[in-house]
């Protein structure tokens, strides 16, 4: 039994120079009511682009995928939900993953959930299969920077942006989380690397 566990804006660089002018829209920046990131487009490119994912095949295959989403309460910190490509619907799943805070205005709703991009909070799923009882051998962990990289704080204008933007009550969890985004990546990292048997391939330093 397979399983993959994946948070869709690491793919986000795939996208060519000329199609970043359809997902990202930096003059609305300033502007709270439209999103930065077109996810819409994203998704239909995806999914009815010149190369579209095969949805029926991808829902039928033994091995399971699943994408991680940042689920946000009002009342409590934010946690991860893994969402199936065999069970829920496809297209909403991947927007909600892949739903940069800020960037994205808003939330996706799925359910009765409110969602955002899963690497808030765990942008490097590996524990998830740990959970569902894989061993460490059988674990493979692809990650998108070199060996001994560490994000570090935002900066001070990133941190002024989230502020601004989820400057409400509601939100303070949620802000907490933004702000402490580096230290748990970097902290998932450490624990990963202490794992010895679970098998990581890093890309070239200059990737």
């Not at 579209?52 to 091995?63: D, E, F, S």
């Amino acid at each position: 039994t397979e399983i993959y566990t994946l948070s869709l804006h690491d793919a986000l660089p795939i996208f060519s120079e000329s199609a970043c002018g359809h997902l990202i829209r930096v003059a609305n920046i300033f502007r709270p009511e439209k999103n930065i990131l077109n996810l819409d487009w994203m998704i239909d490119f995806i999914l009815n682009g010149d190369e579209p994912l095969n949805v029926r095949r991808l829902q039928k295959m033994a091995c399971p995928v699943l994408l991680a989403a940042t689920r946000f309460f009002r009342d409590a910190p934010p946690d991860t939900l893994f969402l199936s490509t065999k069970t829920d619907d496809i297209s909403n799943i991947m927007k909600a993953t892949a739903a940069m805070p800020f960037f994205y205005r808003g939330f996706v709703p799925y359910g009765k959930s409110l969602l955002l991009d899963g690497g808030v909070l765990d942008a490097v799923p590996y524990k998830k299969a740990l959970e569902m009882g894989f061993v460490e051998k059988d674990i493979l962990v692809v990650l998108t920077r070199p060996k001994g990289y560490r994000k570090y704080t935002d900066s001070f204008w990133v941190n002024k942006l989230y502020e601004a933007y989820y400057r409400d009550e509601q939100y303070k969890f949620l802000l907490s989380a933004l702000q402490n985004h580096y230290d748990e990546y970097n902290r998932k990292l450490d624990e990963l690397e202490r794992h010895q048997r679970i098998n990581i391939i890093y890309p070239p330093q200059h990737f």
